[in-house]
């Protein structure tokens, strides 16, 4: 089964996660610049303040998910409020329009 | 490690109070069915239910006593005395271990299948509650000895046992290989298999992924919610954990993934103290190459005694029943006991924990991942569909936040402490399934 991570972190932290996909074997990640407030935003005239974050969409099977989160829950160090928050996804399906591969060969 | 079992206190108990799950000398403990008819009775006080109700409530369903004849490798026969209890089918089939213990007698059993019904009501799984065991000495007994008397007591209980009735799991002095043995022995008398009449199977025979960590890792989530209800912040908490069994083993090696400090272990030969914290498999892999966890490089040694008192944030009692007592819960230091095992907490105990503001998970709760994730491999064989162990774990995961926080709002709104919390859920939710499906005829 395919699943899709999302992760909201510091940008600081892209360059490390780079690597982290690099060590593991997987092959790419997406980034968006995003902005965004949560329970841990600073607030202003009683308002949450956004935020720059930077938003890692990554694709990969099941069976590396659970290394991976524990990968970037490493690098984005636990206890700093406002570090970010990861989502788990299900994927259908995924096609690698290159080769026409689908399923996990297309995401490996 | 001493095995205070539950003595005289016990009894006189109020709606506290889990089941003995290691059988310790008869007579120092008071007589189990009675204990457990008086939790029950105190917590349908509070619920205020009827007498009819209670009566239904207060009776095993069915209770069946086998002879057990089996031919010993000496060439003798020697017949053993078996039972089976179903004590309520009202929420779903029996659900509930099989024991091969020199101390099994009919009251315990149907002292433990009544705990079996609290258990699985307060995780919302849909089942009764059932136990069995055979009175006999396991550790004298031959491999094939063993396997004859499974056999032959499965062949016994065959007519009340099934996926649709009652479904039995390993207990003390039962595993993986005697589940195979009644679950082969119950699809040969059938002609065709059947893997969902039994739990805790081998995976290669229809086990579930994941059973293995079950406990510790329901026992986990137990302590994250807790933490969260009394915000502590989960990072660097020190962790000391009696027992390094599956239960301990695992607990430390999940919740170390976590973050905390795990700075305690013990077995019962022993345990070890390092303050700034240890690597759960590093230990470990001391404890499978010395047969003790003491004596591991860098480690002070303690006392099982001494290590309920360590100065810590969180305590996982994961040995034995009986351990935190009257005479030692004062010293308790931890702000959270998680417990792992049946009945480390005696109610004296309990009741010096909860005046010092100790926040105490019952095990009902707190080791109830290992009959959900039993759930699973019920469901799973049923279906001879088999998830992943990432879906087991999430899963599992999703029933222990259901069930903590169902027994964290009794706590909060009828201000009882969590044990007893715990049983007003439970009992509560198969009064109002019997209500609801009514009386036959």
Known sequence: MLRKIEAFLTPSKLEPLREVLLKRGIE???????????????VRNGKPQFEERVKVEIVLDEDQVDSLIRDIQNLAGSGSLGAGKIFVIPVEDAVRLSTRESGKSAVS | MKTNGRKASRSAAVATAPSPTTPSTPEER???????????????????LDDGLRQVLGTPRKCLTVAVPVRLDSGKTRVFTGHRVQHSTTRGPAKGGIRYHPDVTLDEVKALAMWMTWKCSVMGLPYGGGKGGITCDPKSMSQGELERMTRRYTSEILPIIGPEKDIPAPDVNTNAQTMAWLMDTYSVNKGYTVPGVVTGKPVQVGGSLGRNTATARGLMYTVLYALKHLNLPQTGLRVAIQGYGNAGYFAAKLMHELGFKIIACSTSKGGILVSKGFDPDAVNAHYQRT??????????????????????????????????TGRNAARIKARIVGEGANGPTTPEADRVLFENGKFVIPDILANAGGVTVSYFEWVQSLQNYFWTERDVNLRLRDLMERAFESVYAVHKERKVDMRLAAYVVAVGRVAEAHTLRGLYP
């Open chain 1, 28 to 42: 790419g990640m997406s980034v968006l610049q995003a902005q965004g407030w949560g329970t841990r935003s600073k």
């Open chain 2, 30 to 48: 008071p007589n189990p069915w009675n204990v457990a008819k008086q939790q029950l009775g105190a917590v349908c006080d509070l619920l205020d």
């Open chain 2, 291 to 324: 047969g003790s966890v003491t004596g591991y490089k860098g480690a002070e040694a303690v006392s099982n005694e001494d290590l309920l008192e360590l100065e810590c944030d969180i305590l996982l009692p994961c040995a034995l029943e009986g351990q935190i």
